[in-house]
């Protein structure tokens, strides 16, 4: 088991990469605390990971409330301990218009939810890490954060944003032995981020949704989308000591998009 004895935060793991990342790091050995809007789907990956033998507990938060991601980091704490993993995985696209109709409400709140979250979340658990001298941070960021897709300048902007507190927190928290990393997932199809935000794109460029998510795929060098499990295995990695080295990065698990 290589999460053994460890408490892990999984943030929008209701469903889609979050469940897949807590069900897997349960498997492990971790003792796993979900959150998220949605009550009805934490209870739901909370009982699954019990019945197979795994430790969880939940509670429902909107992490673009700087009040909640507090409560949330609270309320982990007294139900599981300090927290030794935090998963910022937790998000929304928001609209699929361009820069110039892109409402700046949606814009903040985008932004509020992947990106002020995760600072957030990180400030209110890394001085029980560096109490420990241990701990890992996992940010989910996003292919969206290296490449150029037209229609989602909030959620692209929030993702690359990631990817510098990503380095920043892990220069200060390298000789006081926190890791802090990231993924870049290229398209995970079955979720319910991704399956929206296809019929929208679908419908905008005037195909139907098969004809886009080809074309899409076409693109990446395995020429197949990604799987949950597939996301959440990478996540595994960085978040033992399998990665003990590696700090500051960003790994693309993508099929073969990104290069750097
Ligand atoms: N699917 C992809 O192709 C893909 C590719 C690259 C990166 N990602 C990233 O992977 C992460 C997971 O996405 P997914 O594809 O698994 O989508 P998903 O199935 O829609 O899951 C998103 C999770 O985040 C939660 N969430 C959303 N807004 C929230 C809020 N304000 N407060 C708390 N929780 C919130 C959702 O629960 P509630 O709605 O109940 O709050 C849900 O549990 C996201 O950060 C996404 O950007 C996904």
């Not at 420990?132 to 037209?150: P, R």
Request: a neutral charge.
């Amino acid at each position: 088991m290589l999460l053994k004895n460890q408490v892990a935060l999984v943030t929008g793991s209701g469903r889609g990469i979050g469940r897949a990342i807590a069900q897997l790091f349960a498997e492990e050995g971790a003792a796993v605390f979900l959150t998220a809007r949605t009550e009805k789907e934490l209870a739901a990956t909370a009982e699954e990971i019990s019945r197979n033998g795994g430790r969880a507990s939940y509670t429902a938060a909107d992490l673009s409330r700087p009040d909640d991601c507090e409560r949330v980091v609270a309320a982990a704490q007294r139900k599981l301990g300090t927290i030794d993993i935090l998963v910022n995985n937790a998000g929304h696209y928001g609209p699929v218009v361009p820069v110039e109709e892109y409402p700046l409400a949606e814009f903040d709140k985008v932004i509020a939810v992947h990106l002020r979250a995760a600072f957030l979340l990180s400030k209110l658990v890394l001085p029980g890490m560096y109490a420990k001298q241990s701990g890992v941070i996992l940010n989910i960021s996003s292919l969206s954060a290296k490449a150029a897709y037209a229609w989602g300048s909030a959620y692209a902007a929030a993702k690359a944003g990631m990817l510098g507190l990503t380095r920043v927190t892990a220069a200060e928290g390298a000789r006081k032995g926190v890791r802090v990393n990231a993924i870049c997932p290229g398209p995970v199809i079955e979720t319910r981020m991704s399956k929206e935000l296809g019929a929208v794109l679908a419908k905008k460029m005037g195909v139907n949704e098969e004809e886009q998510l080809a074309g899409f795929l076409n693109g990446l060098l395995q020429g197949r989308a990604q799987t949950a499990e597939e996301i959440a295995r990478a996540a595994l990695f960085l978040c033992s000591e399998q990665s003990s080295a590696m700090t500051g990065q960003s790994i693309n698990v993508d099929g073969g998009v990104a290069f750097y």
